[in-house]
């Protein structure tokens, strides 16, 4: 079992969708939960930490479930910048090193 | 004003050779990381140093040997390149070992092709 798994995709949505992405972990005493996004040829780059009460930054929105060991991310009103590979990622096993999902891929259609 | 610069951006190679790539971050951080991403987009630790000590080396062949000459720099030189050491090389810095619930800042990435 892979450490972080998410759904790769793609997810084809219309612009003003809302859309959501899960990912599962495998490590229990994960501690830190993040998302990260990273466009086409480009870096990763952290869209929003994940807190134990959920938290919303502006259309995007983060719920963490320790018990069911899920982390999930929602999307409002889609806007075609908001196209890109999103990355599920938690502090893995050693030193709190980061370990990624393999991504979700999100494409907003106009 | 780049926060985590690699050089160079592409490199394109024959086997057998052997070729660097440089990190140097100018955020204050005190730890560093060599990532890699495949073909399939996974992203992989490979290394990680604190203040120019090594932390993290995981599974990855003796043909890769990771400098950091000061906390500021994290090299990566690679010995008798193979087809299959083509990837994105990703290097990143964080505050302090561990993610601190900063995460991590990532440099632009390195795309090294093998031929």
């Known amino acids: 079992r892979k450490e972080v798994e998410q759904d790769p995709g793609p997810f084809n949505v219309p612009e003003g969708a809302t859309v959501a992405f899960n990912c599962t972990y495998s490590n229990s005493a994960s501690q830190s939960f993040f998302w990260y996004r990273q466009d086409c040829r480009k870096e990763p780059k952290l869209l929003m930490s994940?807190?134990?009460s959920g938290n919303e930054d502006g259309r995007f929105t983060a719920q963490l479930n320790r018990a069911s060991q899920y982390i999930s991310l929602l999307i409002r009103d889609s806007k075609l910048s908001d196209s890109a590979t999103y990355l599920c990622v938690v502090n893995g096993n050693a030193g709190n090193m980061l370990t990624f999902g393999g991504g979700t891929r999100l494409m907003v259609k106009p | 004003d780049t926060a985590v610069s690699q050089t160079p951006k592409y490199l394109v190679t024959q086997m057998g050779n052997d070729k660097s790539i440089k990190c140097e971050q100018n955020l204050g951080h005190d730890t560093m990381y060599w990532y890699k991403q495949d073909s399939k987009k996974f992203l992989k630790i490979m290394f990680s140093y604190n203040n120019k000590e090594l932390i993290i080396n995981e599974t990855v062949p003796n043909r890769f040997s990771p400098k950091s000459p000061d906390k500021a720099h994290l090299n990566l030189h690679i010995n008798s390149l193979e087809l299959g050491d083509s990837a994105v090389y990703f290097c990143?810095?964080?505050?302090?070992?561990?993610?601190?619930?900063?995460?991590?800042?990532f440099g632009s990435g390195t795309r090294l092709t093998v031929v």
């Open positions: 994940v807190y134990s």
């Open positions: 990143a810095s964080s505050p302090r070992r561990g993610p601190t619930g900063y995460g991590y800042t």
